[in-house]
């Protein structure tokens, strides 16, 4: 049975852990896709909690340099889409080799061609990837590195209470959207299967 919940890292994300108690009086943490860790009997489980996530966000991941900046998407996310609640418009995000983002298609915007991405390599505390807008110079492919102080190049996720839901609220220019990222999420699980031929 399950005593309570804790977060711990996994693949350089935070998720949500079900704890219990086995035979053996080891607590037993487990996410929604059967990954688990244990930690001793009699343990303090906050302090090893916090242990486990200090080593776990420094060793290098796969997907990462080494040095905790993340290079690739997490191997579990197979795929993502993004709803504009405004519009009910519907993007189905791209990935491009050695990039830890999710591309939108880009689009004009006063002087520039917005480049949204979903950017893996700058995640909150939950493990949500930040909102990273690139402002190219119309005809040209010139990134206007002065955007990069504008509220708009980063957007986080956040709880709106007017729809109770978790947007990315982006704004520049006459642009406004309200988005609602959904991911594809899978796991490749081994086993072991034992053939009986029928009597």
């Not at 005593?3 to 949500?16: C, H, Q, S, V």
């Not at 242990?51 to 197979?78: D, F, M, Y």
Request: aromatic share 8%; glycine share 6%.
């Amino acid at each position: 049975m399950s005593i309570e919940k804790i977060n711990l890292m996994f693949d350089g994300i935070l998720e949500d852990c079900n704890v219990c108690i086995d035979k053996n009086g080891e607590y037993v943490c487990t996410t929604a896709d059967l990954r688990f860790v244990k930690f001793p009997q009699g343990v303090n489980l906050s302090t090893a909690a916090a242990e486990h996530n200090r080593v776990n966000a420094t060793i290098p991941l796969p997907g990462t340099t080494g040095t905790g900046i993340v290079t690739r998407i997490p191997p579990h996310i197979k795929n993502a889409t993004a709803l504009n609640i405004e519009s009910d418009e519907k993007y189905i995000l791209g990935t491009r080799e050695d990039k830890a983002c999710h591309f939108f298609d880009p689009f004009p915007a006063g002087k520039y061609n917005v480049q949204l991405r979903l950017d893996w390599g700058v995640i909150d505390n939950e493990g949500n990837p930040t909102l990273d807008a690139d402002f190219i110079v119309l005809g040209t492919t010139q990134f206007d590195a002065v955007m990069k102080k504008h509220p708009a190049h980063h957007t986080k996720r956040q709880f709106d209470k007017s729809t109770m839901k978790y947007l990315y609220d982006f704004e520049y220019d006459e642009i406004k959207l309200r988005l609602i990222v959904q991911l594809s999420i899978g796991r490749e699980i081994t086993g072991v299967s034992n053939i009986v031929k029928p009597e």
